[in-house]
């Protein structure tokens, strides 16, 4: 196989998502130790590029309902740096994210 074919193209990407998410009963339990006025986000993971794959979540294909209801854009400063990587890499990286995020306060729904 040739080295083009292995190369890595998994990405993680952050959505910030609209405050009126926190009216979600279930993204509210996901967050408890939310902090009043840090952004809301979605992490998840992809083969795509995250520009493709977040028109796709606002397009309503394959997509999460609070990114599709309340997506605003994507945060490339939270991601891009981690950005490509091998599948396994994305996967740890996406609950690794999402973790490190709600530490700091910010509500998060990871998929």
């Not at 939310?34 to 992809?46: D, L, N, Q, S």
């Not at 997509?63 to 209801?69: C, E, G, K, P, Y």
């Not at 605003?72 to 990286?93: F, T």
């Amino acid at each position: 196989m040739s080295a083009r074919r292995t190369a890595h193209h998994h990405h993680v990407y952050v959505v910030e998502l609209s405050s009126d998410v926190l009216g979600e009963p279930s993204f509210r339990k996901s967050n408890p130790d939310y902090i009043f006025g840090k952004p809301c986000v979605y992490v998840g993971m992809t083969g795509l590029s995250p520009d493709v794959r977040f028109d796709k979540h606002k397009a309503g294909i394959q997509a999460n309902r609070f990114v599709q209801q309340y997506g605003l854009h994507l945060v490339p400063a939270l991601y891009a740096m981690y950005n490509p990587m091998p599948y396994d890499g994305a996967l740890e990286m996406e609950v690794e994210l999402a973790i490190a995020l709600r530490e700091e306060g910010y509500g998060v729904w990871q998929a």
